[in-house]
């Protein structure tokens, strides 16, 4: 399922390179007093990666986000285990105690 994307991903950007390879126009761009032919392939090309870098380091922010976010929640269970084995060793104790006290209780009683 997760390979899905990637071959999509594969299939547009053959179909993309295919389209603007196929036909290839040039086209004026004007940077300042200065123009430039350009094939459109190129032109697209460009739009292209910077799209696609774009998206990925849109990416990875979010990423980002998720792993500060697992850190968070790994700390925060890190705390309520150890809590919970404190309260663990707290009852055994308390139940300890209770233990020895009917035992000194019937002794007390017996004599």
Partial sequence: MK??????????????????????????????????NIDLFIYSLFA???????????????????SQNYAK???QYEKTSI?????DLRVKTLENKIKTLEEALKKAIGN
């Fill in 48 to 66: 292209f990666i910077f799209g696609v870098a774009t998206g990925a380091l849109l990416m990875l922010r979010g990423i980002f986000d998720a």
């Fill in 73 to 75: 929640l790994k700390r």
């Fill in 83 to 87: 809590g919970a084995d404190d309260s």
């Fill in 3 to 36: 390979n899905i994307g990637l071959f999509l991903a594969f299939i547009i950007t053959a179909g993309f390179v295919y389209l603007f390879g196929y036909n290839n126009p040039q086209i004026t761009i004007q940077l300042g007093f200065t123009s430039m």
